[in-house]
């Protein structure tokens, strides 16, 4: 064994000393938002699969399958069939936007929509992505486009997925031609959705499509993605000319990258360096590649990928951040070498995912080393009931404005999500929405929760008009 681990378990324990904890009365009693910087983007954010409704594509086809046990790859039960028909309904979102008084609206254009066959280009689809960024723009929301989040056209996945490196000039293809639909009023681009996150589900868990479970393919996968970013930042800049907000600058490009804590579940070596490991892998293996160029993924035992992507420097503009937990870690001898799990009294999303508004602080102040803006392209929680998602909002905002309050160049918090909506291996049981779906009903009657007023309030104070 090399001495990385070692090395990286005393880095962990070194960043262990400044763990920050909130304390909630300050937290409610903040007036937040006040601390946000001027021009800051407060949104929401969703993707094209889990809203739309009526997609087909590797999802829509992996809904309908089930594991060699019998057990249905939806836990649920539950396909995203309709989801919450925003394909259709999207005027009324942007009413709810205009409610919550957004500024900002993270959205993902579906690529089985826009190029159903290779190289055929849906002009219908193309029409609706153009008028959405533009009444977006002219409702004054600035719009930010996920090029992919986790779906892929059947014709896609059918050749190798994101295994196969003719998807990846397929991808840049792609990218050349989203950027001419919707450049003249999208400035804002977020080439890939959480890459960590598709590679670990998709090929090592295998609880996602393709649903392997093959560590070398998943660093594989990973790589490529991470290259694929590459390639479409370069297609964006090329062909995306219109400053569409006027700021002087025509692209503003980045990635959505998934994030979490990983606690050691005690002092021991053994326990700080597996989650020294983890935290390299999960959390540092994009920055640093898009950071140096480089593509570096190591996980003992299975994989040592190295692989030259000089592209990748200079390739974003901000760094986005989804952060929504942490985990506590302990060594095991899964594929992932580590054990994670929430002790016992810790309080949890009704996925039981922990909440730990801190870490949000602490991943902001890690990474204000980039040099970057950044920007929380994802954060939230299940909150079935709604009651308990204000506190939740307002201690994550909190964490924003500690770490802008520190200097760190925070540029937006988009909230995941606007509406509840198909959350991918659990189905339609989560509820992520500051707007309630009504899925009993034929219209799917979207409703307030209370985290509607918390957010408004944010919006005010950042000085903003939520209509009434
Ligand atoms: C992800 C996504 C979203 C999820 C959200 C809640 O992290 O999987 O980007 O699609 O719905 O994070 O889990």
Known sequence: MSVRPLLLGLALLAGCSERPSFDPAKVNAAPIGKGLPRGFLLGTSTAAHQIEGGNVNDWSDWERGAFPDGAPHIKDRSVSGPATDSWNRFDEDVTLMKRLGANAYRFGVEWSRLEPTPGAWDADAAERYRQWAHTLRSQGIEPMVTLYHFTLPRWVAESGGWENPANLDAFERFSGKVAELLGADVDWWCTLNEPNVYAVFGYMDGVWPPGRKDTAAMARVLANLIEAHARAARQLRAHDTVDADGDGRATLIGLAHHVRVFQPASGSTTDLAVAGLTDDFFNESV????RTGHVSLFVPGSV????????????????????????????????????????????????????YPEGLYLFLKRYAALGLPLVVTENGMDDR??????????SHLYAVEQAVAEGVPVRGYFHW??????????????????????RSSVELTRRATPAVETFREAARNLGLTPTP
Request: without cysteine.
């Open 417 to 438: 999500s606007l509406i509840d909506n198909f959350e991918w291996a659990e189905g339609y049981g989560p509820r992520f929405g500051l707007f309630q779906v009504d």
């Open 304 to 355: 040592s990928l190295e692989r030259d992507v000089p592209d990748l420097k200079g390739s974003i503009d901000y760094l986005g951040l989804n952060y929504y937990t942490r985990d506590h870690v302990r060594q095991d001898t899964s594929p992932s070498f580590s054990h994670k799990y929430v002790p016992a009294g810790h309080d949890t999303n009704d996925l039981g995912w922990e909440l």
């Open 385 to 394: 009931t709604g009651e308990r998602r204000p506190y939740s909002l307002r």
């Open 287 to 290: 920055p640093k590649a898009l």
